[in-house]
């Protein structure tokens, strides 16, 4: 197996931006599972042929998700010398206008979003420039940087996605890629490493929130004969889809992550289990194993440092519960996805019985910028308690739907109304999910509340993995209690009879108060059966269960009143 | 299945840790289903009870089916924000579509969690391509008609 020196990277760099800054056209087109249920597939096939007959000579290349996701189909277009332009909302009936525009080198204004002049590499610190002459026919057209969308973020975790083709090692090289799997490597002892993540002060983005460097540290202290790490693909809320467009988008920098902690902990073989049913994003991961083994990257004696790491893909089988630790390491032993009680913790007796370290996909990609910047660097972002930034899944009663990523400390408020355009006409907001099913509701009023794990479990919620779930006032917040338990009911294991009873039985009583047959002491019942569930469940998914039930009795008691008093359904939601 | 196919999957994942799952998801994906003498034979050949076979097979019902799959897939998003755009009625819709002319034996209906593009709630996956609710019904009819 080949063993890269720094020269491989440096050529596959140089490479790389040969190809991002081509000597010819090349159309970038988003085809991340949003745009392609918007037709990118039809208009790649448009593009496809109204360039060969009106002769012009490009390249299209499938790019992942930028985020704007109420734009879709996005394309981009790139001309040697110019800068970079991106197009919105392309249909292939406006493909052949489009196409007639480039022929023509001028542009195609009634859908140009913004263009790009240059760009910041957010890993190096560099900027990358697509023109040095300014044009002054676009200087009415915001730059990326002036434009609404991207002006309230910091795409630390997204520095890729949409930009580069995410088959192609050449251009995560050029945008800084595997540049801090070297310097780990040869720079760096593994102390210094877990050091500086726990400096940087990088807490888990699957939900619990517990500190990585310490989560290293343990597992590397632990004893055992192999030592494993994993990346948590396995996303079963519903409401959610941003790993499995940050996998599509860029799926290197999950791999960089995992060699440089793999190194740090001392194991030498690292399992990605990604949820059942992402063919997309299972094949861009088994291309870039191979593509990152072919160089070199993973294999024996990486960048001759004498550290060997080795990548394995498995699939899972669905469940929600697999997102759990425990049940994620039973599934991959290939047992069924049951937890187990966690008295004795996995990074001392994971997978296989050996020390395991388990990340989710957004924390791993944190790393290598953590490498890169230093601790320093990446400890100004954010708040005290929470560092860095935060991908968040915008979706729910909100005008632009969309995948962003915001320092920590950037209010709910904020995110719906800069990034999501605010609520549609005629309604008002009246409840914020965020954190998924494990994560109380918030009302209108707590909306102040800044992104932080601390502040959001003050409010009664949770960060989570960051789907923000936005509802407004024709929301009937017991039928959405009714909707979680019936989504927990399912996916419940059933291995313990806290939450294989207790859910099923609040489901019955909320159906009940939805129906027009629940009664006053109902509300008593759910209260103790939240008691017992928190109390007695053996894995976090029970514990966790009555959350929203909990929180809809106390944010919208009246709303449960009326339901029961009354018989009725103040938004008409519920069947009465 | 025969024999031969089988022996090459359980080949395929012989150095595989916990390689279960990944033989099943072969079978499935081969067969469309996991036939009883299937879970016989690795039983044998794994040296693994045949009851763990069928705890395994039956715990993942998302992903593995002991029956033969119908030909086309109807997957009807129950992700959150589809619920909030009334996906709980696109259900109804569409199994009623899929069941108008009696007992269907064309679709396997299914109820899943989030395809990622929220933006387009509430949508109905059929063989694998995203759809809304007007052009999902279209292509049920479609199908139903390709039938006869």
Redesign the interface.
């Given at each position: 197996m080949k063993v890269p020196h720094l020269r491989d990277l440096q050529k596959l760099k140089t490479e790389g931006e040969k190809l991002l800054r081509p000597r010819t056209l090349r159309i970038q087109v988003g085809a991340a599972p949003c745009a392609i249920a918007k037709g990118a597939r039809e208009v790649i096939t448009k593009l496809r042929d109204e360039l060969s007959q009106q002769k012009v000579d490009a390249t299209i290349i499938s790019v992942g998700c930028i985020g704007i996701c109420y734009e879709e189909p996005i394309v981009e277009v790139a001309t040697p010398g110019k800068p970079k332009l991106t197009y919105g909302r392309i249909t292939p009936e406006q493909v052949t206008s489009l196409v007639k525009a480039i022929a023509k080198g001028s542009v195609y204004k009634q859908h140009l979003l913004y263009r790009t002049d240059e760009e910041e590499i957010i890993c190096t610190g560099k900027t990358f420039s697509y023109t040095s002459k300014t044009q002054p026919d676009l200087k009415k057209i915001p730059t990326k940087k002036e434009f609404k969308f991207f002006k309230p973020q910091l795409r630390m975790v997204l520095r890729n996605a949409g930009l580069i083709n995410p088959a192609c090692i050449e251009e995560y090289c050029a945008r800084g890629g595997y540049a801090a799997l070297y310097k780990a490597l040869t720079k760096m002892t593994p102390d210094k490493i877990i050091d500086e993540v726990t400096k940087s002060g990088l807490r888990g983005r699957g939900g619990g929130g517990f500190p990585t460097g310490l989560k290293w540290k343990t597992c590397r202290e632990a004893k055992g004969k192999e030592k494993y790490v994993l990346c948590n693909c396995s996303e079963g809320d519903p409401g959610i889809g941003m790993h499995k467009s940050l996998i599509e988008s860029d799926p290197h920098s999950i791999l960089e992550g995992m060699i440089i902690g793999g190194y740090a902990i001392g194991a030498h073989e690292g399992y990605i289990y990604l949820h059942h049913g992402n063919p997309s994003a299972k094949e861009k991961l088994r291309q870039a194993i191979e593509q990152a083994t072919a160089y070199g990257f993973l294999g024996v004696n990486i960048f001759n440092s004498g550290f060997s790491f080795s990548i394995t893909l498995k699939e899972g089988a669905g469940g929600y519960v697999c997102g759990e630790s425990t049940a994620l390491m039973a599934s991959l032993e290939g047992r069924a996805g049951e937890p187990r009680p966690k008295y004795i913790h996995s990074v001392e007796k994971g997978l296989w019985n050996n020390p395991t370290n388990l990340n989710n996909v957004e924390t791993w990609c944190n790393v290598p910028l953590i490498i890169s910047r230093g601790s320093t660097w990446y400890s100004k972002i954010g708040t005290t308690g929470s560092k860095g930034t935060k991908v968040i899944s915008l979706s729910g009663h909100i005008n632009k739907s969309c995948l962003v990523e915001v320092p920590m400390g950037t209010t709910l408020k904020e995110i719906i109304t800069t990034l999501g355009g605010g609520i549609p006409k005629g309604s008002t907001l009246k409840a914020i999910q965020i954190g998924g099913p494990p994560a109380g509701v918030l009302p209108a009023s707590l909306a102040d509340t800044p992104l932080d794990f601390d502040e959001l479990n003050k409010a009664g919620s949770l960060l989570g993995s960051g789907g923000m779930i936005v509802m407004d006032d024709k929301t009937c917040m017991v039928d959405m209690a009714k909707y979680f338990m019936t989504f927990l009911e399912e996916e419940s294991c059933g291995r313990c009879v806290p939450c294989r009873e207790g859910v099923k039985r609040m489901r019955e009583i909320l159906h009940g108060i939805t129906t027009g047959i629940g009664s006053a002491d109902d509300l008593t019942l759910l209260q103790q059966l939240s008691e017992c569930l928190a109390k007695a469940s053996l894995c976090d998914l029970g514990k966790s269960a009555p959350a929203i039930v909990r929180s809809t009795m106390h944010h919208f008691s009246e709303e449960y009143q009326t339901h029961i008093e009354r018989q009725v359904c103040p938004v008409k939601r519920c069947p009465m | 299945m025969d024999i031969k196919t089988l022996d090459e999957i359980i080949e395929r994942h012989k150095t595989?840790?916990?390689?279960?799952?990944?033989i099943?998801?072969d079978v499935q994906k081969h067969e469309g289903y996991l036939p009883e003498e299937v879970l016989h034979h690795l039983s044998d050949t794994l040296h693994l009870p045949l009851s763990?076979l069928a705890?395994?097979a039956t715990?993942?019902?998302?992903?593995?089916s002991l029956e033969p799959r119908r030909n086309h897939t109807i997957k009807v998003c129950?992700?959150?924000?589809c619920?909030?755009k009334y996906g709980d009625q696109v259900v109804t819709e569409i199994r009623d579509e899929a069941r108008k002319e009696g007992e269907d034996t064309l679709f396997n209906l299914e109820v899943?969690?989030?395809?990622?593009?929220?933006?387009?709630?509430p949508?109905v996956e059929i063989d694998g391509n995203?759809l809304d609710r007007e052009s999902a019904t279209r292509t049920i009819i479609k199908l139903k008609g390709e039938k006869k």
């Open positions: - | 595989e840790k916990g390689a279960l799952v990944s099943l998801h763990e705890r395994v715990y993942f019902e998302q992903a593995f129950q992700g959150t924000t619920y909030l899943v969690r989030c395809r990622g593009c929220c933006d387009s709630a949508v995203i």
